[in-house]
C-alpha cells in the first residue's frame, strides 16, 4: 500500500507565507513526478506545480514568481512553498505522485487526502 500525507495549510493573511508537505509511505520502488493541484469551491480542480524526478519544475501561470515546487527524494517528500498569497489562492490542496511499487513498473498515480489553504483579512 502507498498514501501520501500532505501537512502545513492553514490560514494566512493576503501577503503571507505557508509551506505545504507531502510524504509518501509504503511499498514504493521509485517515485517519478510530483505535482500539486488545488480545487476551490465551485471550481475545478487545476494543476499547480510539478517537479519531475530530475528536478524539473512547471508552474501554472497564476502562481509564477511565487510559489516554488521541491522534493526530497531521500524522503519521499514534495513541498509546495508559497509566498505573497492571495484571496484567491484559496482552495484544497492535493499532492499527487506517480510511483512504482516494484522495479520495471509502470508508475500508477496516488493522491493524499488534501489540506486546506486560507487566505483571509
Request: hydrophobic letters at 35%; charged letters at 15%.
Amino acid at each position: 500500500q502507498v498514501q501520501l500525507v500532505e501537512s502545513g495549510g492553514g490560514l494566512v493573511q493576503p501577503g503571507g507565507s505557508l509551506r505545504l508537505s507531502c510524504a509518501a509511505s509504503g511499498s514504493i520502488f521509485s517515485i517519478s513526478f510530483m505535482r500539486w493541484y488545488r480545487q476551490a469551491p465551485g471550481k475545478q480542480r487545476e494543476l499547480v506545480a510539478h517537479i519531475t524526478s530530475g528536478g524539473s519544475t512547471t508552474y501554472a501561470d497564476s502562481v509564477k514568481g511565487r510559489f516554488a515546487i521541491s522534493r526530497d527524494n531521500a524522503k519521499n517528500t514534495v513541498y509546495l512553498q508559497m509566498n505573497s498569497l492571495k484571496h484567491e489562492d484559496t482552495a484544497v490542496y492535493y499532492c499527487n505522485a506517480g510511483i512504482s511499487q516494484r522495479v520495471m513498473a509502470s508508475p500508477r498515480g496516488y493522491w493524499g487526502q488534501g489540506t486546506q489553504v486560507t487566505v483571509s483579512s
